[in-house]
């Protein structure tokens, strides 16, 4: 019995800085509606500063000096990044910010091993919290007893903060609508870039007070934003007393979960969050999403198939790509042949972020599912490669039709968790049913056969599957059909009103993206012989969603342009530099600032403005 | 006929831009179609002026585009001497310019008071002033539901708290997007009596309105838009003159 106290109160010793965490990802989303990726960077930042000034500063005063001077200075380069990178952008597409903190990240993970060294690190403990107390025949750390009453605490003086402070009050009322404060006089500007470095200072607080309980490393970041981005849904987006009362649940899930049902430990979460928007769509506590801007779609520029001259473009581009084996090696042709999968990936994602309007978060599940689907049909089913590949897509329809129906009730950024909690779940299920899976060790021995057995034969395969989904995925963008999808996603309701259901539309969105991901997944388990869980976390989810913003979520080729951008650059930087996340950060958020509606949008951008300007007397907006 | 016809005419008297509203060329867009051609007015110090116009006409898109909150363009765009042309909506806003919005906006999350608070800007030298004890002076209702959230008022109820929280910023003029709009008519009575008061203060209006009746209670000079064009300026008497003013202005 003892023992499960003391696992109750570890577990509410995390839910602190979980909570701190979780709020400010809130606070910052509720106000600027920016999906903060980088909060977890913030957080890790902070505990690596902090593990410097606690080295440096003596004394009782210098330890609690440091931690505190830590979350500032570390919420002085928050606002620093807002200032600099978010306040340029925020009329950008909604989910563009995204990859603005996706870069943040990648910049933050370097220069952390840059600063700090690839070890870890262990720092000092809380002066007059280093030992522990007897509570119920157990040892609890002091710091963790310390840990427990924090949250609370940090929880009133938020409340008190938002209720009965000037500055709470403008931030509720910019969170509920941003015009009409600005129309009262409230500067938004300087009020967002507080509320960021607000977020940013209790996520490098949290960081901080980990000190005395785990070492610093290089992984605290995404460890935490996973877990964060949970706590905030389950408890409702904006909420902080959502947050706090769904940081207790989840911390306490993941001290019990590993206890109680150690073959789902790592899945456990994912369920319960799916649970709870089954039953409240908006989390605990929160309220139903006003949407303040169209979606991130929405474009004034309508979208036209290619014209002839476009059409040969294509087909000498294919021409050309074809030719690529006949030029040059093994490794560049390995190369291009998984920047098509990925341009595949992209594509399929673009029907469903662009097309249909629905944000996902979890894109990895419908790719993993092609490549365990191959898995399955040669080891489990004794099938050859072509037979594979017909049957994997399938097993990513089937998915994403049943997630599909799971998740009707939701939309926004819900739908978007409920993806990454779909994907995490399929993820844990693979890490965790060695039997089925392997496990970590994976599933090998999937090589392609005949004349696929090649780089080059394998290479013409994926390229005529990339022409063919991408040219489905055309022929259905300017179908009717696609009308009816691009109608259901700008105005739901007059849609419906004219016969469209937009559940019905989004169904499809969902199965076509699926099927198409899941055409990537099979082909990526050929080219790398193998399957691992990886092929359904949470880097591959990511990626997709980088290379459409970064070709362009408004644009119709912007997939394509994004996709080969984003992965070439990446598998370049790789051989190039060790430092090669800090580069593709870096030039991420080079490309954020300069070309804010990405690759394919800039270009678009030019060409009508080049058009407008032969056309003396058209009226241009300013 | 003595009514000017706009667009073309440069303020006239004695240069109401200077501490009065003068628009002139107002262009406006929604996306890529433009909504706005052309609209001027003036508004002079301590008048109410009306903006009238049939449904669709450009009233709300133009008192929209004066605050900044749509994409504009305007050959003059002055308020109080200063050029509110480049200023993003919160200058113009401190700059003693308020706006009460069509569909009221109210915070409903917030109380009252702290919906008030959200307005609140310092005093300003030759504006009336304003504490939420003179307004509920001013609206009686609002003060005996201090700590009810806007979201659990009357239409009525939220409207008056809609003006009162513009007050709060102690503005020079107020633009007013139909404030009678889904009102019982004994409330819409209140909210004239209510506006006269506050131009008794030295508070001028610009009332957009599409009720003819309304705005004869409070108004002492009209603009008149049709298809986002200007198409008459004048007094109220001017406007009954005027056959085309007021074909402008029937119900379809």
């Not at chain 2, 304003?130 to 409207?159: C, H, I, K, V, Y």
Request: with cysteine; net charge neutral; charged share 15%.
């Amino acid at each position: 019995m003892s023992f499960w106290i003391a696992q109750f109160l570890t577990g509410l010793a995390s839910a602190a800085s979980l909570f701190l965490v979780a709020s400010g990802l809130s606070i910052i989303f509720g106000v600027t509606r920016v999906v903060n990726f980088a909060h977890g960077a913030f957080y890790m930042v902070g505990a690596y500063v902090a593990w410097s000034l606690t080295e440096r500063l003596s004394g009782a005063f210098g330890w609690w000096g440091g931690v505190l001077l830590a979350a500032a200075a570390v919420a002085a380069l928050g606002a620093l990044a807002e200032i600099l990178v978010l306040r340029r952008i925020y009329q950008a597409p909604e989910l563009f910010q995204l990859l603005a903190t996706f870069g943040l990240t990648l910049v933050a993970a370097d220069l952390v091993v840059m600063l700090w060294g690839p070890d870890e690190l262990v720092g000092r403990r809380a002066p007059g919290f280093t030992g522990s107390i007897a509570l119920f025949d157990q040892m609890i750390p002091a710091w963790d007893l310390f840990l427990i009453a924090l949250g609370p605490v940090a929880l009133g003086l938020l409340w008190l903060l938002f209720n009965r402070t000037r500055f709470g009050v403008l931030v509720r009322a910019a969170t509920q609508d941003r015009e009409m404060a600005a129309a009262l006089g409230v500067n938004e500007k300087w009020l967002f870039t507080g509320v960021f470095a607000l977020g940013v200072f209790l996520a490098a607080l949290a960081g901080a007070l980990q000190l005395p309980r785990e070492s610093v490393n290089h992984h605290m970041d995404l460890r935490i934003i996973v877990d964060a981005f949970v706590v905030v849904v389950i408890g409702g987006l904006g909420s902080i007393t959502g947050a706090f009362v769904a940081a207790l649940l989840v911390a306490q899930l993941n001290a019990f979960g590993i206890l109680l049902f150690p073959k789902i430990s790592l899945v456990i979460i994912f369920l319960v969050m799916a649970a709870v928007l089954a039953v409240r769509p908006w989390g605990l506590l929160g309220r139903p999403d006003v949407a303040q801007r169209p979606p991130a779609a929405t474009s004034a520029r309508p979208w036209r198939p290619l014209g002839g001259a476009g059409r040969l473009a294509m087909a000498a581009l294919v021409l050309a790509a074809a030719a690529l084996p006949f030029v040059s090696g093994d490794y560049l042709v390995i190369a291009a042949t998984e920047t098509l999968i990925f341009a595949i990936l992209a594509v399929s994602l673009h029907v469903l972020l662009s097309v249909a309007g629905v944000a996902s978060f979890g894109h990895a599940a419908f790719f993993g599912l092609g490549a365990y689907g191959v898995a399955l049909a040669v080891k489990g089913l004794g099938l050859g490669m072509g037979a594979a590949l017909a049957l994997a897509p399938l097993v990513g329809l089937v998915g994403a039709g049943l997630f599909a129906l799971a998740a009707a009730r939701l939309s926004g950024v819900y739908l978007a968790m409920l993806t990454l909690a779909f994907a995490q779940i399929l993820w844990s299920i693979a890490f965790q049913w060695v039997e089925v899976t392997g496990g970590d060790n994976g599933v090998l021995g999937l090589w392609p056969a005949g004349f696929a057995a090649q780089p080059a034969g394998f290479y013409w395969l994926t390229l005529g599957l990339a022409v063919l989904v991408i040219g489905v995925s055309r022929v259905i963008m300017f179908s009717p059909f696609g009308y009816g999808l691009r109608g259901a996603r700008d105005e739901a309701r007059r849609a419906a009103s004219i016969g469209v259901s937009p559940g019905l539309m989004r169904w499809c969105a969902f199965a076509i993206a699926g099927t198409g991901a899941a055409v990537a997944g099979a082909l990526f388990a050929f080219l790398k012989g193998s399957v691992f869980p990886d092929t359904l976390a949470i880097p591959v989810s990511v990626d997709s969603l980088v290379m459409v913003l970064l070709g362009g979520v408004q644009t119709t080729l912007g997939p394509l342009a994004g996709a080969v951008a984003y992965k070439a650059l990446s598998i370049w930087l790789l051989s190039q530099t060790q430092w090669s996340k800090l580069a593709l950060g870096l030039v991420i958020l080079a490309v954020v600032l300069a070309f804010p509606r990405g690759l394919v949008g800039v270009v678009n951008q030019w060409r009508d403005r080049w058009l407008t300007q032969r056309r003396p007397g058209h009226g241009e907006p300013p | 006929m003595a009514a000017q016809q706009l667009p073309s005419s440069p303020p006239t008297a004695s240069e109401p831009a200077a501490d009065g509203l003068c628009v002139d060329g107002l262009n406006a867009w929604y996306g890529q179609a433009q909504i706005l051609h052309g609209v001027g007015l003036n508004v002079g110090p301590g008048e109410i002026v009306a903006l009238l116009g049939r449904n669709g006409a450009g009233k709300t898109t133009t008192l929209r585009a004066i605050m900044g909150l749509v994409r504009r363009s305007a050959r003059q765009l002055g308020f109080r001497g200063a050029d509110i042309g480049p200023m993003p909506p919160f200058a113009i806003a401190r700059r003693g310019l308020g706006y009460v919005p069509e569909d009221r906006r109210i915070f409903t999350d917030l109380t009252v008071d702290e919906n008030l608070e959200t307005g609140r800007q310092p005093p300003r030298p030759g504006a009336p002033q304003w504490t939420p004890e003179r307004l509920f002076e001013l609206f009686p209702n609002l003060g005996r539901m201090r700590d009810r959230p806007g979201g659990a008022m009357s239409g009525g109820e939220q409207q008056m708290l809609a003006i009162a929280r513009t007050l709060m910023g102690n503005p020079h003029m107020v633009l007013l997007d139909e404030p009678a709009e889904g009102l019982a008519p004994r409330i819409v009575e209140d909210m004239a009596a209510a506006l006269l008061a506050l131009k008794r203060e030295g508070l001028s209006l610009l009332v957009a309105e599409q009720n003819l009746n309304f705005a004869r209670l409070l108004a002492d000079r009209a603009h008149v838009l049709a298809g986002g064009e200007s198409r008459f300026s004048g007094t109220m008497a001017e406007l009954d003159a005027d056959p085309d003013a007021r074909d402008a202005l029937l119900a379809v």
